[in-house]
């Protein structure tokens, strides 16, 4: 019983730290959405990306944690975060610039969460 109720915790703090991560992105796509560079790392530009790092290194721990504890739950990675991490860096000089890409990412997290409340 003990090892269920442990389980049971991890779970329960998991979940919260997907919520806190989500909250954390959703703050720095608003930022980036309205005009400030960097979150996406498109330009490599090193005042920017100094600018950025400690939200990039605060979600990077976040993720990090909410993955080990899906590990010891035998869960897949935290999808949200495989995301951001892949859309992150270099991309062609015809791809959409940051804030376009960052409201994107907005608008499709809201559609996700409003259709995960639906039943």
Not at 10 to 36: I, N, P
Not at 56 to 63: R, V
Request: proline share 4%; net charge negative.
């Amino acid at each position: 019983m003990a090892k269920a109720d442990r389980l049971e915790r991890l779970d329960v703090r998991r979940l919260e730290l997907e919520a806190e991560y989500r909250d954390l992105l959703l703050e720095a796509l608003r930022v980036t959405a309205s005009g400030k560079w960097g979150l996406f790392d498109h330009n490599g530009n090193r005042a920017t990306r100094a600018a950025i790092a400690p939200v990039i290194a605060q979600l990077a721990e976040i993720g990090e944690a909410i993955d080990d504890m899906r590990e010891q739950l035998m869960m897949d990675p935290f999808e949200l975060q495989q995301q951001f991490l892949a859309a992150r860096g270099p991309v062609s000089a015809h791809a959409v610039g940051e804030p376009k890409q960052a409201q994107a990412w907005l608008d499709r997290l809201a559609r996700d969460e409003g259709g995960s409340r639906q039943p």
